[in-house]
């Protein structure tokens, strides 16, 4: 029975692997190697592309400060597109400050993901600490990246959350996607870290950062690619928010199994007692 448990977890462990891949692949393929715009420039049919979403991508290139772009996509700076904001740590001296309900994210959090969801943190802070944190809560939907300690973990939180002094978070308000920002970060990872600096350790300030270039393609590529991508993750989502229950029934029943305490007819009232 417990074995069941497992292999669901696994196979949502392998399924969400999998989704993720294919949002990789396709903004790759839409976004990097611009496969839909070459294939109008050759007069072919996009593939993998609604007809009404292939008629407004561009069928040419023009030269950017990025090199050869589709015409018509603007290049900005990611500080221009996003809201950039930091973090910082409430004083750990003071009890008010912690072991409240408002989730307090670190690197340590990122480190441990699967998948680049953020669910849960593993300290949590009051009212009163949040308070001596300047970016405030941050919404749903923050893309998180870390950016000291190491420099690069990324995640979009799917919880309101506050981060400590090793974020950048990037607050997706306008045009460009959680989904779109976290690939793109991903892609272009090696340029980020190279705005990085300091002699104890190397840190991407966040205004080093603001600057960094980011492609913004035609509004029709951006809502095909928020379409397609959301319900990936939100595939993704359902996964680790079910195995995380299936995590939870299994500790709990292991120990009271193997003590004799719970029978297997009893699954039903422990997985109750779980949810």
Not at 19 to 25: W, Y
Not at 150 to 166: E, F, H, K, M, R
Request: glycine letters at 10%.
């Amino acid at each position: 029975m417990l074995g069941t448990l497992d292999d669901k977890i696994d196979l949502n462990r392998r399924m969400s692997e999998t989704l993720e891949a294919i949002a990789k692949a396709l903004f790759k393929s839409w976004f990097v190697d611009f496969d839909p715009v070459r294939a109008k420039q050759g007069g072919r049919q996009p593939e993998g592309m609604y007809a009404e979403t292939a008629a407004l991508c561009p069928d040419g290139f023009e030269d950017s400060e990025l090199g050869e772009v589709p015409r018509g996509w603007t290049v900005s700076q990611i500080g221009l597109e996003v809201d950039v904001v930091g973090g910082s740590t409430p004083s750990t001296k003071e009890p008010s400050f912690w072991d409240g309900h408002i989730h307090w994210v670190t690197p340590k959090d990122l480190s441990a993901l699967s998948n680049p969801i953020l669910l849960d943190t593993e300290r949590k802070i009051t009212e009163l600490g949040l308070a001596e944190i300047g970016s405030g809560l941050l919404p749903v939907g923050t893309v998180l990246m870390s950016s000291r300690a190491p420099i690069g973990y990324l995640a979009v939180s799917q919880i309101p959350v506050a981060t400590n002094q090793g974020f950048i978070s990037m607050k997706c308000t306008r045009q460009l996607s959680s989904w779109y920002v976290l690939h793109w970060a991903e892609h272009n990872m090696e340029a980020i870290k190279g705005r990085a600096n300091g002699t104890t350790f190397l840190e991407v300030s966040k205004a080093n950062f603001r600057t960094l270039p980011i492609l913004v393609p035609d509004a029709g590529s951006l809502r095909a690619f928020e379409t397609f991508a959301g319900g990936i993750y939100a595939r993704v989502v359902a996964n680790l928010e079910e195995s995380r229950t299936l995590v939870a029934l299994r500790d709990a029943l292991l120990p009271r199994l193997l003590s004799g305490d719970l029978g297997t007819g009893n699954v039903a009232e422990a997985y109750r007692e779980v949810t």
